[in-house]
């Protein structure tokens, strides 16, 4: 599991002026203790603030595709506190090396949430219904996480096709321009790349050009580097489990965090 601990900024000791009164002032040098209580007034001001601050993030993640420790980088790098919220785009398995790891740590903490990704719901199809067919990675997958019980299998089938986080709304892969989010189809939330008769096809106009809110959308699926951008969405699918790096999104800054991948554990190909 990880180590909270380690995601957050250490205690620090502060050295805390004395007690001061008029007695006390007659009897000490009075710009000494002026200089201590500056000094520890800056600290609440500047170090405490700042982590007050960071309690109120939330940290939106492109596609994990089971890359843990490229996971732990990114926590770290963002500055993962306790009260701060991560959201995932979805495809929190399948590719990857430690696709339970991924799992434990979101199945075990309120504060991580996903959507539903298109390799997510091939696991989820394949545990509801052993006819479902699957691909050869996902077959991997679904071995390792149907090892011992279906606890993690369960938790994916819990997932939801879209969180609204108010200003903001997290999907997999796209939103069809013009359609209400609560009529969108499960098939374009997980699929969608074009606005053509394949909405899986990387030719023709990407969902995004076209897309004019009214919520911001952050969105997966589509691995490139950098991110793609349009006037009111943004990708954070940037490739880690193909060797290049994960993404994440601030909301309250608007920063994008990047860390690079370890390994290149699977191949890119036209199909992805």
């Not at 952050?218 to 060797?243: E, I, N, Q």
Request: proline content about 7%.
């Amino acid at each position: 599991m990880l180590d909270y601990h380690s995601l957050v900024a250490p205690n620090r000791k502060i050295s805390r002026p004395p007690p001061v009164g008029p007695n006390y002032l007659n009897a000490v040098d009075v710009p000494r203790v002026a200089k201590k209580l500056e000094s520890a007034r800056a600290y609440w001001t500047r170090d405490c603030w700042l982590h007050i601050g960071q309690m109120a993030k939330t940290i939106v993640i492109g596609d994990i595709h089971g890359c843990y420790e490229e996971l732990r980088s990114l926590l770290k790098k963002a500055n993962f506190g306790r009260d701060d919220r991560v959201v995932a785009v979805g495809d929190l398995t399948v590719k990857g090396p430690k696709n339970r790891e991924v799992l434990a740590l979101f199945a075990g903490d309120s504060r991580f949430s996903s959507v539903m990704g298109n390799q997510d719901l091939a696991l989820v199809k394949h545990w509801q219904d052993s006819a479902s067919p699957l691909k050869p990675q996902q077959d991997l997958a679904f071995t390792e996480l149907e090892k011992n019980d279906d606890s993690y299998l369960r938790y994916l089938s819990s997932l939801p096709f879209y969180l609204d986080l108010g200003s903001h709304v997290v999907v997999h892969a796209g939103l069809r321009p013009g359609v209400p989010l609560e009529k969108q189809t499960p098939e374009d939330l997980t699929e969608l790349r074009t606005l053509g008769e394949d909405r899986t096809s990387r030719k023709g106009k990407p969902w995004y050009e076209e897309y004019a809110g009214p919520k911001f959308a952050l969105f997966g699926h589509w691995p490139t580097s950098p991110v793609r951008r349009g006037k009111y969405a943004l990708g954070l699918d940037t490739g880690c489990v193909y060797g290049y790096e994960l993404t994440a999104y601030v909301l309250e800054t608007r920063e994008v965090i990047s860390v690079p991948a370890e390994a290149a554990y699977a191949i890119l190909n036209s199909s992805q």
